[in-house]
């Protein structure tokens, strides 16, 4: 007798509001991200990107914000199928582009795609063309 074993695993997905968020300086914002994913246990990230530089890695699920990172006003918590991140007394500097994502990540611009970004020390990983 000859057994096969194979995993079938459905689409993964997140799914992030498209819309911009305004606020004032000194405020606490919520961005929102829902996910779907047939892993028990699913790894997923938040990422910030600043106008004219690449995504950086800033939370992991099941790990530890980046070192730039590890201020109170940045949290994130799975929430049964979603994860929102939480940032507290606004700063100027905060206004980014900020990414939800799950693992493995796949992130693209107009002409490069690169897959499994950034690690936790903000290294890239992998290109892919």
């Not at 300086?25 to 910030?48: A, H, I, M, N, Q």
């Not at 980046?66 to 606004?90: H, M, Y």
Request: proline share 4%.
């Amino acid at each position: 007798m000859f057994l096969i074993l194979r995993q079938c695993k459905g689409e993964d997905r997140v799914i992030q509001p498209t819309e911009d968020v305004f606020a004032s300086e000194g405020d606490t914002v919520t961005l929102d991200c829902k996910f779907e994913t047939t892993d028990t246990t699913p790894s997923l990230f938040w990422y910030r990107q600043e106008m004219g530089d690449f995504p950086k890695y800033l939370w992991k699920s099941y790990g530890k914000k980046a070192s730039e990172f590890q201020t109170d006003r940045f949290n994130a918590a799975i929430n049964g199928t979603s994860v929102p991140l939480k940032i507290q007394k606004l700063q100027l500097t905060d206004s980014a582009v900020y990414y939800c994502a799950l693992e493995p990540t796949v992130t693209g611009n107009t002409t490069t795609l690169y897959r499994n970004l950034w690690r936790e020390d903000n290294t890239i990983l992998h290109n892919i063309h």
